[in-house]
Structure formats: C-alpha cells, structure tokens
C-alpha cells in the first residue's frame, strides 16, 4: 500500500540535489540488468505473489550477492525482504544472508515506532506482515512502540553495508524525512564521494513526521 | 429457554434506542447466554447475504427497499451492524417467541471478517461478494488474506452472486457451477491501459502469472484474462450492456433501461447486483426495473448542503479505501463543472487507532489536476500529508490551500470557494462537517 511512494519521492530529492535520475518500474518475469542502476528498491506483496517472486529472482542471486557486497543502495520493505534468507518456512530463499522466516496464520498488523543507531530521530511505520524471522545479524531497528521482527518485539529489520530491509510498509521514506535524506546522501555519496549535499528545507514532510510521531507517542502513553 | 432469550433481546433492543445505543448490544447478551442461539431459530428458506469491500450497505439497502416495494417481508439489518452480535440482535428481533422467523426473506449485509464466523450460524441460498479491493489494511491485512477468509467456509450449496470484473473477488467462482456472474460491457468510460497509481490485477489471483486485459472500468477492474490458468472474466449473466452518464441512462442486458439518481459507476454495480439478486428471488424484472429507477438511497452517504451559498456535495469515501477515493474523484471530474474539492483527513479510523496514511499515495489524486477543478482545499489534522501527496499528482500550488483547523476550512469554503463544492471524506470524519454546517 503506497509504496510507489518510495521511489517518487526519492527521485524528487535526488533531482532537487541536481541529480538527473531516470525511474524504471520492474516486476517479475522481466529481464532485469542489475548493474545499470545506483539503488535497487523492492516493495511489499502478499505471500503468494512473494511465493512467485522467489521463484523467478532466483536467477540474479549471484548478482544481488555481489552487488550486496559491493555497497550497493537496495532498500526492501514489507515481506520482500525475507526473500534474502535461508528459507521461508520449508522453501529455500535466496541464501544470500543467514536468517530464517517462520510464516504465522494470524497477521500483525499496526503502527510502529523505531529506533536506529544510523539516525538521530525515531523511525515511524506500519506494520502489515504474517511472519516472525530469527537472526544475529546487525538489526536495523530496535523497537520502542509495537511489534518486532518475532514474538520478542526487541528488534526488527536488518543492515548489511547499504543494504537495508525491514517489514515496515508503505511510504517509510514519505513519513521519514531523515531516513529520506539518509539514503540520498547514500545514493549522491556513492556516485561521487565529494558530493557537496545542498540544504533544502521540506516544511510539509517534516510536519508530517512530527505529528505522526506526536499521535504514536500518545498512543504508547495510553 | 429460547423464548426467553428472543424477549430479552427484544427488551434489550428497545431499551438501547431509548438511549440511542449501537444494535449488536442485546445480540451479545443472547449470544453470552446461548452461543448457538442462532442456530435454534426456524428461518426462511431465502436466506441472501452480502459482502466485500465496498458497496456492501448501499446493495443491501437497494435489495431490501425492492423487495419490499413488491410485497415481500424482508428481515435486514439495515442499520449496517454487520458482525455477528449485530445480526444476532437483527434476527431475535424479527423472531417470534415460538422461535420461528415469519419472514420472506432474511437479507444480512455481513463484515467480510465476521463471514466465515456467521456461517457457522446460518447458511444462506445467496452469497453476493460485491468485490475485493484494498480496504481498511489496518485490520485486513491484504486483500488476499480475505479472500481466504471468504473461500475456506464455503461450500457448494452456496448460490454465489458474483462481480465478473473484479479479477480477485470473482475467483471465488473459478470452477464452480452454482453461480450468478453480473458485470459491465465496456463503454465509453472504459479505458485500455491501466492509469491508476498501482495495478492489482496485474498478475492473476489464482497462479500469479501475468493477466491479459482487454478494457478497465476502473484500477484492477474490467475484462481480464489469464491464459496460464484461465480464470477470466466470465460472461455476465446480468450485464450493464450500455451507461450513459450524462443522462443517468443505465442499460441491463440490452432490454431494461432504468434512471440512476447517483451518476456514478459504483451506483452502476450496486444496482446491477440489486437487479440480478432480486430477480434470483423471483421478483419480475419489469417490477425490478420500476423499483430502482431513480432510487435514491438513504443512507446519507451522499448529502447536499449550502454552505455560505455554495452549493455543496458530501462524497463519503472511505479513508484506508484508494478505490473509494478515486470513485468520488472520478464522479467530481466526470461532472465537469467549475468545482472546489475539499478533501478532510482529520481522524483515520473511528473503530480503531492508527495514524497510518499509506493509502494516500494508492489515491489517483492526479485527477484533480481536471480542468474543472478551480481549488483544492486540504483540512485536518493530516493537512500536512495530503499536501506531500498534492505535490506529486501535478496540482498546481496555487490551486492549493492547507487548513488544519476545521472552523478555518470552514470559513475558507464560505469566503473563497469556487463553484460547486464537493466534500470528500470519511465516515470518521463528516460529522466534523456536518455539524459545523448546521
């Protein structure tokens, strides 16, 4: 839900820092030259379009692996993420990181607030998934308001190099503005290291987080 | 035992709209007292239900008013509790105490939540699924998931009543004999390619490989087919064979023609399904016809004011609802006259908390970059989101104005409204509106 969001607002912000950038919407059973581009994004489906999904990325493991290891920008939100693990249930993933994903029969479903040792404010999201996932792997989140990444609601998401997943869905770039501007300067700075970052203000998104945030921290105080 | 229970929920009832109190009240209490009351009443053969995501009230509604402007006793909890101890407290209070239901017909709009807990109670003849589509994902997780919901408890005694357009919705009759397809011919509304901000119907429901369509009404609906698994667009039993908005002309399988009150394309599919589940029961189709022609539903979904003499329009849509949204945006473009939209997103869900606003950006929004859209007026807490949003559905900004505070939209719409003025908002929100006109 929202999650052309995402893309159309990055792409604002790259333009706004100079930047020409060109947007291509892949989908499954296209041919897909993964080199071409400087930050792949993975939105969420429902299990049984993830279940075809799985299928048919099968064939650029190697690829998504090397360009992972390479400090490549990929961000997955939703359950596309769990496609980069040993399994998902009994199904072989992807393997390209150490992790397992158990799916439940009921959902959870909810807002959420975030922390993240990468950003100085809090992350705010929603929450719309039906499975619980194990790891040691470096969480990308650590949870202070709603569910987690399983039944411990401790951690949630993870973090390799650029490579960011997490279960929030929809526009986590729209309601975030500093996660927004993280992954500009990701994008900008892997372009060009001395890439000057200019100041732009962006009064609408800022307000928009903040009372988001404000409604989640009421409610956590409920 | 049961006469009891059937009296106390009675009592119950009418204590509660002294006090105008919610209806599912009394059937909880039945229900604490004997969970499978339901499953004791003697109830008519004709047993309809409705569900899916949108359209559910306003069919039950038009199929209750025709059936009882042609002499049938129709049972109906028209006052929208549709979980179980809404429709519980429904069916007590057309109960005799001798436990028998005199009725025609009992006719249950029901949550597609709660169906597959209904079920478990009463078995209907006719299951009308009016469509699936993004709704209210807070508590619905995705569409698919209720989708499952929906199939797991059905079994073929089931007469379904089926939209043959929704791709999604109309799998439920992949397969099956015991079936009523109803849908609409494409139409000078319909278009060829896909404009809506995402596309649901890309990949097929059933094997996920990639859909083939021939038109779109509107987002995922229209004639679709998958020539992996072949789920398609099944040839509608009951068909709106020609739609003319500008003169409210609505065809019904190239022989009925009757008046729509509300120009509108939902109002197009509620009435169809109206027609064919009426029809099913057995009312004659020219009585049908007769009935709907220019009906006008009451459940203020749609209500006109004057505000500061302005002629305003209330389009309730449904927050958490894209499809929703664009059918109001759809109806304000398609009306094509000079107009000022007021969109409010003040309070999101009035059943549960969420401050999620993802389903902005499902919105086609772009719409209201139509010609006769002179301004937009952006009102609630929300202000601040909508407005992102506004800047990437190419809206110039001076047709913009933001208001967060309510009295300030107010005055806003009185003093520098353009036009015609239609208000597009929530169930969760209109009494805001509604109370600050009056």
């Not at chain 1, 291509?24 to 897909?32: A, M, V």
């Not at chain 2, 494409?186 to 369509?213: A, R, W």
Request: charged share 25%; proline share 2%; net charge neutral.
């Amino acid at each position: 839900m929202g999650i052309t969001g995402n893309v159309r607002i990055l792409k604002k912000h790259l333009e706004d820092q100079g930047l020409d950038v060109s947007l291509e919407q892949k989908s499954f059973e296209d041919e897909i030259n993964l080199e071409d581009y400087d930050f792949i994004y993975l939105g969420s489906g429902t299990e049984r379009s993830l279940d075809a999904v799985l299928e048919d990325i099968k064939k650029y493991k190697e690829k998504l692996n090397q360009l992972i290891h390479r400090d490549k920008p990929m961000l997955c939100t939703g359950n596309s993420f769990e496609m980069f693990g040993k399994t998902i249930d009994e199904k072989e993933a992807l393997g390209i990181f150490d992790f397992e994903t158990k799916r439940n029969k009921l959902r959870d479903v909810g807002d959420v607030i975030y922390k993240s040792k990468y950003l100085e404010k809090k992350v705010v999201g929603f929450i719309n998934k039906q499975t619980y996932m194990y790891h040691n792997m470096n969480p990308l989140f650590s949870v202070e308001f709603g569910v987690g990444e399983n039944e411990n609601n401790d951690y949630e998401g993870v973090k390799y190099k650029n490579f960011f997943g997490t279960h929030v869905t929809g526009p986590i770039l729209i309601k975030n503005p500093e996660l927004l501007q993280h992954f500009v300067e990701i994008i900008c700075h892997n372009r060009n290291k001395d890439f000057k970052m200019k100041e732009i203000a962006y009064p609408n998104e800022i307000e928009g987080y903040e009372l988001t945030l404000d409604e989640l921290e009421k409610r956590r105080k409920q | 035992m049961k006469a009891l229970i059937i009296l106390l929920n009675k009592i119950l009832y009418q204590i509660g709209k002294l006090f105008h109190k919610g209806s599912s009240m009394p059937g909880k209490v039945a229900l604490k007292i004997d969970k499978n009351i339901l499953k004791k009443i003697s109830l008519p053969d004709n047993i309809i239900m409705v569900t899916g995501s949108n359209g559910k009230t306003s069919t039950t509604e038009m199929i209750c008013s025709v059936l009882r402007e042609n002499g049938k006793t129709v049972a109906c909890n028209t006052e929208g509790a549709n979980q179980l101890a809404g429709v519980t407290t429904m069916v007590l209070n057309n109960t005799k105490l001798s436990g028998e239901m005199k009725k025609d017909v009992l006719l249950i709009e029901v949550d597609e939540r709660s169906l597959k807990i209904i079920l478990q109670y009463i078995r209907p003849k006719y299951l009308v699924v009016t469509n699936l589509y993004r709704d209210q994902l807070t508590r619905n997780g995705h569409p698919e998931f209720i989708y499952d919901e929906i199939k797991r408890p059905l079994t073929d005694d089931i007469h379904l009543v089926l939209n043959t357009d929704d791709p999604l919705s109309s799998l439920l009759g992949y397969q099956k004999k015991n079936v009523t397809y109803y849908g609409m011919e494409e139409n000078s509304l319909s278009k060829k390619e896909n404009t809506s901000v995402y596309h649901d119907g890309k990949y097929c429901p059933n094997c996920k490989h990639k859909m083939q369509y021939e038109y779109f009404h509107f987002n995922q609906v229209g004639a679709y087919k998958c020539p992996n698994c072949g789920h398609e667009r099944k040839k509608p039993d009951y068909a709106v064979t020609s739609l003319n908005m500008a003169s409210g002309e609505l065809t019904i399988n190239r022989k009925y023609t009757l008046q729509l009150n509300l120009r509108s394309v939902y109002n197009a599919y509620n009435t169809l399904a109206t027609f064919a589940v009426c029809r099913l029961i057995g009312v004659k189709d020219d009585l049908v016809v007769q009935s709907l022609s220019n009906y006008s539903l009451k459940n203020d979904r749609i209500q006109v004011f004057n505000v500061g003499g302005h002629e305003t329009m209330l389009l309730t849509s449904k927050h958490e609802n894209s499809i929703s949204y664009n059918q109001s945006l759809l109806y304000i473009t398609r009306e094509n006259i000079p107009c000022t939209v007021v969109v409010i997103v003040d309070a999101i869900s009035r059943k549960y908390f969420t401050s999620d606003t993802s389903w902005l950006w499902d919105i086609d929004f772009e719409l209201l970059q139509s010609e006769n859209v002179k301004k937009v007026i952006l009102a609630g807490k929300y202000v601040h989101d909508l407005n992102t949003r506004m800047q990437f559905a190419g809206i110039h900004d001076t047709k913009i104005v933001s208001k967060m505070d309510l009295d300030e939209m107010m005055r806003e719409i009185k003093e520098h409204a353009e036009g015609k003025v239609f208000v597009v908002t929530c169930f969760s929100d209109r009494m805001k509106l509604i109370n600050r006109i009056k």
